[in-house]
C-alpha cells in the first residue's frame, strides 16, 4: 500500500482543495465527503478538469456511474471501497466521533486505502487518537488562510451585511428570516432537512448578492464555501435527536470557522437570546485549540450473516481496542432488532441472502427525522414486502407511493416533508435489487424531487426575501410621494406593495410572523394610511346606530368590522370601551369615535334591557322601599333572577312592595324573583357578553327559548341566575316557569284538601321537562313522595317537607352556612359562583356594601337594617293553631289553604305564601 498521511487543521486552510488537486493528479482516485451537497460541489469541478466519462458521483440518492469512470466522488457511506484506485481521500474525519454516523467514518479511517497515496482529512483534535490507534500515519498541520476574531454581542437587525445568523431549531430559524426580511430586504434559507438543489439555490441567493443574510442550522458549519464575514449565534444548545444539549467547544469552533474566506478575516458573536461565549471558549475559538477527540464511534465490519440472530450477535461484538466505542443507540442495529422479533418477518430467518437483505433494509436513511419508533414503522412496511431476496417492489406499488407527493402544496412544512419522503423513494430506486423497474424509477424520482426542491426554494424566497421593504423604507424618506390605496375588500396598497389590510381601524401587516412585527412595513403604511384613518373614525364618530353590532366575543364592529372592545368598569352594566387600532390617529378623532360607540351601547341596553336600564338611570324604581328596593339590587347585580330558596328565612314583601316591583318591571313569588324582559334570547346573550366583559371567564348563554335544560358540570348557580333560571337537581329551569309550576304545585294541593295529593304527568309540559326527570324538578319545590306504585316505583302521590326538617328542600347544590359571628348571625362567606349572595344557615343577611360609584348604590343605600339578634326565650307547650288563626293573625296570605297539619308544611319557603297567579303576572 502507498502512503497514509493526516491532514490536519481548522476551517478555510485550503485541505479538501489541496486533496481533490491530489487525487487529480493520480490516474484515478477517490474521495469520501461528509455530505451529498458537498459531494455534487467536488464533481462539478472534477468533471471541468476531466470531463463526464471519466467522473463518477455516487450517493444514497444519486449515482453517475460512466463505465468509463476513473475518479469517483461519494459520500462517505457510498464509497465503493472494493474498488482499487491509486489515490483515496476522507473528508472530516472528526465526524468518526458522531453517534449516528461515526462508526462508517472509523471504519474508513482504518480500512479504506489508495494503492499509492491515502489522505484523512480533518480538525487538528483527531492527531492523538490517530496516533493511538497505531497506523503509522503521518501527520501535518495546515493553519488558516485568516484570522478570526471575537466581536461580541449584536442585535440581529443592527448586524453588517454579509453575516449569517446560526440557529438551532426551525422555528427560530424561521423567526430570525421573518426578522431580516422586514428590517434588511431578505435573507437565504439553509437547513440540513433542505434537498441538496434547494440548499444550492438558496447559497447561491446569498452568494449573488441579493440578499445579505444568511440564517442557518449547524449545516452551515460543514462543507458550505460561503462568503461570510460574520457568524452570530443565536442559540449555543441543540437537540441531537435524543436531548438538547451544549455545543462543545469544537462545534462552536467549526461553526464560527466559516467566517472569512482564503486571505479575509471573519468575526463570530452572539446575536438575540444566546448567552455570551465565556473568556475561555473565546480563546479557544480563536487559536483553533480544542480537547482531543479521546475516542470514536466503531462497529464490526466481519459480520457474520448466516442468521439474523448470529448478525446481531456480530454486531455487537465489542472491539478489544478502548480507543474504538459502540454505540449501543444505532437506529439501522435498533431495526434490525425489531425485524427479528416480527413474527412476519424475521426470527427464524437463515441464510446469507435474506439476513443480508434484511440489513441493507435496516440500513435505510431516516431522511424524513421521524425517529426510531416511526422510522421503524416505515422499514418494517416494507421489509413485510422485499424480506425475500427475490421479491420487488412493483410499479404499482410505486405509483400509489408517489401519487400524493407529485401535487402542488403551497406551505413550506408540507414541502419538505414530501421532499423526505421522495428521497427515500429515491435511495429504493437506487437498490437494483429492489423495484421491479429502478431505471424508470430513478429518473421518475429525481423529476419530482428537483420539482419538490425548486418549489420550495422558491416558497422559501416568497417568505424571507421581499424588496418591497427596500422601497417603502426609501419611500419614507419623500413622505409626500407615498401613493396609498384602500381597496374595497381593505387591502392597502403603498408605492405598488401590497402591504397588508385594514380591518375595521386595525391594520394587519401582510407578513404571516405572529411573534415578530415588521417595523418598516408597519412604519410605511401608518404613515401612509394617516389619511385614511382620520376619515373612518370620523365616519364612525357619525354612523347611524344600524351600523354597529355586539359580537359575541364582546367587541363591537361597525359595518361588520370589529373596531371596540369591552373592557371591565364599575359593574357589568357599565362596561368601559376600548378602541381597537389607531393608536397613532390623533387623539381628538379617536374619543369622538370612542364616544359614538359608547352611545350606541348605551341605545343597545336600553332596547335589550329596558328594566335593567330604568332601574339603573332612576327613571323608574323610586317608589321601591325597604325589601323591595334590596331585592331590585340584588337583581340588578345577579343578571335576570334570584332564587328565594336559599334564603333563610324567606324574604318578606307585602303586597304594596309587590306591586311595586311589578310596576318597575320585576316579579317575586314562591321561589324567585326574576326580571321577565331579562329571559328572552336576546337579553341573556348581552347579560353573558356584558358578565363576561368583567372578568376572563367566558359567559355560557342559555339553550335559546328553553322552558328547562339538562345541566352539565359546568354551570354554576351564578351563571343561571345571570341567565334567568334556577337549579332543580340536573335541570335548570326558567324562574317565570318556575313560578308557574310552583303555583300550579299549590293548586293541586288546595284541590286535594289533605296532606298527600297527585301531581298529573302534563305539569311537566309548563317547563319543558322530560317526564322522567320531572320527579326531580318536583322535589326542588320542597316535595317529597308519600306514595309510590308498587309495581313501578312511580310516584303517586306528594306531600310538602316537614317545617321541622333542617336541610329545606332538596336542591342541585347544598350551600353551607358560614361561620357565626359575634353576637349576631351567620357571616355568609362570598364565593365566585354565588357573587357573594346569603347562603341557607340561619337569620337574616347581613346588608350587601356597594360600590359608592355603582349605579346600584342609591337602591342599596336603602336596603333594610339587619334585626337584633333575638333574645333566647324559655320554652312553652306549643298550642295547636289552624292555618285559618295563623292567617288571620299575620294577614299575610292572599289565598289561605285548607288546614293542614304542623307536618304537612314546607319547609322553606311556603309555598302558600302571597303571590302573583300566572294571570296576574301575565
Not at 577 to 592: N, V, W, Y
Not at 641 to 658: F, G, N, Q
Not at 819 to 839: T, V
Request: glycine fraction near 8%.
Amino acid at each position: 500500500m502507498g502512503t497514509l498521511k493526516a491532514v490536519l487543521g481548522p476551517t478555510n486552510t485550503g485541505k479538501t482543495h489541496y486533496a481533490i488537486e491530489r487525487m487529480v493528479g493520480h490516474a484515478s482516485g477517490m474521495i469520501g465527503l461528509p455530505l451529498r451537497l458537498l459531494a455534487r460541489e467536488v464533481y462539478d469541478r472534477v468533471v471541468k478538469a476531466k470531463g463526464e466519462r471519466a467522473v463518477a458521483l455516487i450517493t444514497g440518492e444519486e449515482r453517475i456511474e460512466p463505465p468509463t469512470a476513473r475518479y469517483w466522488i461519494c459520500t462517505v457511506e457510498s464509497m465503493p471501497v472494493h474498488k482499487r484506485v491509486e489515490f483515496l481521500a476522507v473528508d472530516e474525519i472528526q465526524l468518526a466521533g458522531d453517534e449516528d454516523r461515526g462508526h462508517v467514518f472509523t471504519d474508513r479511517i482504518l480500512h479504506a486505502r489508495g494503492t499509492q497515496e491515502t489522505l484523512l482529512l480533518g480538525a487538528e483534535t483527531m492527531r492523538g487518537v490517530l496516533r493511538d490507534l497505531d497506523l503509522d500515519v503521518d501527520s501535518n498541520t495546515r493553519e488558516r488562510f485568516s484570522q478570526l476574531h471575537y466581536a461580541g454581542p449584536t442585535k440581529i437587525t443592527k448586524l453588517p451585511k454579509r453575516s449569517a445568523v446560526v440557529a438551532f431549531s426551525t422555528e427560530q430559524v424561521y423567526a430570525i428570516g421573518e426578522l431580516l426580511k422586514r428590517q434588511k430586504g431578505g435573507a437565504a434559507i439553509v437547513m440540513g432537512a433542505l434537498s441538496p438543489r434547494t440548499r444550492n439555490a438558496q447559497v447561491a441567493l446569498y452568494q449573488s448578492g441579493e440578499v445579505d443574510y444568511l440564517v442557518a442550522t449547524d449545516a452551515i458549519g460543514m462543507g458550505l464555501n460561503l462568503d461570510v464575514e460574520r457568524i452570530a449565534f443565536a442559540a449555543r444548545s441543540k437537540f441531537d435527536g435524543r436531548r438538547n444539549r451544549w455545543l462543545s467547544a469544537a462545534e462552536a469552533g467549526q461553526i464560527a470557522g466559516r467566517a472569512g474566506r482564503f486571505r479575509t478575516d471573519g468575526e463570530f458573536g452572539e446575536t438575540g437570546d444566546c448567552p455570551p461565549f465565556e473568556e475561555e471558549l473565546v480563546h479557544a475559538i480563536e487559536t483553533n485549540q480544542f480537547e482531543p477527540v479521546d475516542d470514536l464511534q466503531w462497529r464490526n465490519s466481519k459480520l457474520d450473516y448466516r442468521s439474523i440472530k448470529t448478525l446481531i450477535a456480530s454486531l455487537a461484538r465489542p472491539s478489544g481496542h478502548p480507543v474504538l466505542r459502540q454505540n449501543p443507540h444505532a437506529l439501522d442495529e435498533w431495526v434490525l432488532r425489531r425485524m427479528a422479533e416480527d413474527e412476519a418477518i424475521g426470527p427464524e430467518i437463515r441464510g446469507e441472502r435474506k439476513v443480508r437483505r434484511l440489513w441493507d433494509l435496516a440500513r435505510l436513511p431516516d431522511f424524513r427525522k421521524s425517529g426510531h419508533e416511526g422510522h421503524g414503522r416505515l422499514v418494517l412496511g416494507l421489509a413485510e414486502t422485499l424480506a425475500d431476496p427475490d421479491a420487488r417492489l412493483g410499479d404499482v406499488a410505486m405509483e400509489k407511493r408517489l401519487d400524493n407527493l407529485e401535487a402542488n402544496v403551497p406551505d413550506i412544512s408540507s414541502l419538505q416533508h414530501r421532499l423526505a419522503m421522495i428521497r427515500t423513494w429515491t435511495y429504493a430506486a437506487h437498490r437494483e435489487d429492489w423495484l421491479e423497474n429502478p431505471a424508470y424509477w430513478r429518473e421518475k424520482t429525481r423529476e419530482i424531487e428537483d420539482r419538490l426542491s425548486d418549489a420550495l426554494h422558491a416558497a422559501l424566497t416568497l417568505r424571507f426575501v421581499d424588496r418591497r421593504t427596500t422601497a417603502l423604507l426609501a419611500g419614507l424618506k419623500r413622505e409626500d410621494l407615498l401613493l396609498t390605496e384602500l381597496s374595497d375588500t381593505g387591502e392597502v396598497t403603498v408605492e405598488g406593495h401590497v402591504v397588508g389590510r385594514l380591518v375595521g381601524l386595525h391594520f394587519e401587516p401582510a407578513s404571516t410572523a405572529k411573534t415578530l412585527e415588521g417595523k418598516a412595513v408597519r412604519s410605511a403604511a401608518i404613515t401612509a394610511l394617516g389619511p385614511i384613518l382620520a376619515e373612518r373614525l370620523g365616519q364612525i364618530a357619525g354612523a347611524p346606530g344600524e351600523a354597529f353590532a355586539l359580537s359575541d366575543t364582546g367587541t363591537i364592529t361597525w359595518k361588520g368590522e370589529e373596531i371596540a372592545r369591552l373592557k371591565p368598569g364599575p359593574d357589568w352594566l357599565s362596561p368601559r370601551l376600548e378602541l381597537i387600532g389607531a393608536e397613532d390617529a390623533e387623539a381628538h378623532r379617536r374619543e369622538a369615535a370612542l364616544k359614538r360607540a359608547d352611545e350606541w351601547l348605551g341605545e343597545e341596553l336600553k332596547r335589550v334591557l329596558p328594566t335593567h336600564a330604568k332601574l339603573k338611570l332612576g327613571e323608574t324604581g323610586t317608589e321601591l322601599q325597604g325589601m323591595a328596593r334590596g331585592l331590585a339590587f340584588r337583581l340588578l347585580e345577579s343578571g335576570a333572577a334570584i332564587d328565594l330558596r336559599e334564603e333563610s328565612p324567606p324574604p318578606h314583601v307585602s303586597k304594596e312592595e309587590r306591586e311595586a316591583l311589578k310596576a318597575a318591571g320585576l316579579r317575586t313569588g314562591r321561589v324567585a324573583a326574576h326580571v321577565p324582559d331579562a329571559q328572552k334570547p336576546a337579553a341573556q346573550r348581552m347579560i353573558a357578553i356584558l358578565q363576561a366583559s368583567q372578568s376572563d371567564k367566558g359567559q355560557r348563554v342559555a339553550p335559546e327559548g328553553a322552558g328547562s335544560f339538562e345541566l352539565d358540570g359546568a354551570w354554576d348557580d351564578a351563571e343561571l341566575h345571570a341567565q334567568g333560571y334556577l337549579r332543580f337537581g340536573k335541570r335548570a329551569v326558567r324562574a317565570d316557569l318556575a313560578e308557574r309550576l310552583g303555583w300550579e304545585i299549590s293548586k293541586r294541593r288546595k284541590e286535594a284538601d289533605k296532606p298527600a295529593f297527585e301531581l298529573p304527568a302534563e305539569l311537566a309540559s309548563v317547563i319543558s321537562c322530560p317526564g322522567e326527570e320531572f320527579p326531580a324538578v318536583v322535589k326542588g319545590f320542597g316535595l317529597a313522595p308519600a306514595e309510590k306504585d308498587p309495581e313501578t316505583g312511580a310516584v303517586t302521590l306528594w306531600r310538602y317537607l316537614s317545617r321541622n326538617r333542617q336541610d329545606g328542600p332538596p336542591r342541585g347544590k347544598r350551600p353551607q352556612s358560614g361561620p357565626k359571628g359575634k353576637d349576631g348571625p351567620p357571616k355568609h362567606a362570598k364565593s365566585g359562583n354565588s357573587k357573594g349572595r346569603p347562603q341557607r344557615g340561619g337569620g337574616r343577611p347581613a346588608p350587601r356594601q356597594p360600590d359608592p360609584d355603582s349605579p346600584f348604590a342609591a337602591l342599596a343605600s336603602l336596603l333594610p337594617p339587619p334585626p337584633p339578634a333575638p333574645k333566647p326565650k324559655k320554652k312553652k307547650p306549643k298550642k295547636a293553631k289552624t292555618e285559618g288563626a295563623a292567617s288571620q293573625q299575620t294577614g299575610k296570605q292572599d289565598n289561605p289553604p285548607a288546614a293542614d297539619t304542623a307536618a304537612d308544611r314546607p319547609a322553606s319557603p311556603s309555598p302558600e305564601a302571597g303571590t302573583d297567579t300566572p294571570e296576574s303576572k301575565s
